[in-house]
């Protein structure tokens, strides 16, 4: 395709069950005009493309091909999906030593390509794999972004949405933290309509233990879904489309995201779970929400973990 002012490049990188989901939600929804796949596996790559292909005729025209690093090149967008999967048992802070050599391999040639786009990045450990990918690619960090909660966000307003009797997509709601065991929901700002999900809840008849069960079910929903069926896609795949949207479109959305932080909630030098606004540049503010004392707690634990596990993995690779 002949490069335009509105021609958009987006390359997955990492074509598994999460990545393959993602290249059919960005068709399904027609964005990006060019589409490449790389993969280790470049059968599956070429597959993937001839199969994705067909459903242009039904959305939008698109030019997808299995391609590699080189064409980072002129791409305005790099997802990462590559990495070792969580398997049944085994939580995601566990793949952190496997997964950072993939990243660490992926990361040099894509910015060797002459890449100057936004990496988005899903990996798990997600937090800890995108603080690397912002070190081993030296990117300012506005232009390296986590999915961060932006799936358990999904989860918990699902919810909630259940228990309150009301569209998901009107209940304002986030999971904070890292994208793992030691995320927490933010309740006290959470809505539904503008009114606040405590008050409801109360209405419903719910007390905040009831509220922390289903933050608890929120957070061991992947488990739940990796025991069943030995992954999760669709939900992060939908997710990563999302940010992809406010990327290239240039929205400035407001999503629960994988954010560096600077200062806010009194951190720094860390990505973490948090609301923030996403437009064509990136990561273009932090959204600090303001947390009640049990909140600012478990934000501080959960940095802590993050930086204790970053810090560790790092250090076993030199």
Request: with cysteine.
């Amino acid at each position: 395709m002949t490069k335009t002012p509105n021609h958009q490049k987006v390359v997955l990188v990492g074509d598994g069950a999460v990545g393959s989901s993602y290249a059919f939600a960005m068709a399904q929804q027609g964005l990006a005009e060019e589409f490449v796949i790389v993969d280790v596996i470049k059968e599956r790559t070429e597959g993937d493309a001839l199969d994705l292909e067909d459903a242009t005729v039904f959305t939008a025209p698109k030019n997808i091909y299995s391609g590699d690093y080189s064409d980072c090149a002129d791409a305005d967008l790099v997802v990462i999906t590559a990495g070792a999967p969580q398997k049944p048992g085994e939580t995601r802070l566990q793949l952190v030593g496997k997964n950072l050599k993939i990243i660490k391999s992926i990361v040099k040639p894509i910015v060797d390509s002459g890449f100057d786009g936004i990496f988005l990045v899903a990996a798990n450990p997600v937090d800890v794999l995108t603080y690397a990918v912002w070190k081993f690619s030296g990117f300012d960090k506005s232009r390296v972004i986590g999915s961060g909660t932006s799936l358990d966000s999904a989860r918990l307003r699902v919810a909630l949405a259940k228990k309150l009797n009301v569209d998901p997509r009107d209940v304002n709601a986030n999971i904070m933290a890292e994208h793992g065991d030691s995320e927490f929901a933010a309740y006290s700002t959470a809505t539904a309509g503008g009114v606040p999900v405590l008050q409801l809840a109360e209405e419903a008849g719910l007390s905040f233990d009831d509220l922390l069960q289903i933050e608890d079910e929120t957070r061991h929903k992947a488990y739940e879904i990796i025991n069943r069926k030995g992954a999760t896609f669709y939900g992060i795949a939908t997710c990563l489309m999302r940010i992809s949207k406010a990327i290239l479109r240039d929205e400035n959305a407001i999503l629960p995201v994988g954010a560096a932080l600077d200062g806010e909630y009194g951190l720094n030098d860390i990505f973490i779970g948090t609301p923030a606004v996403i437009n064509g540049s990136g990561l273009a503010k932090v959204i600090e929400v303001k947390l009640d004392d049990r909140e600012k707690d478990l934000m501080a634990k959960s940095a802590a973990t993050l930086r204790q596990v970053t810090a560790d993995g790092i250090a076993a690779l030199d």
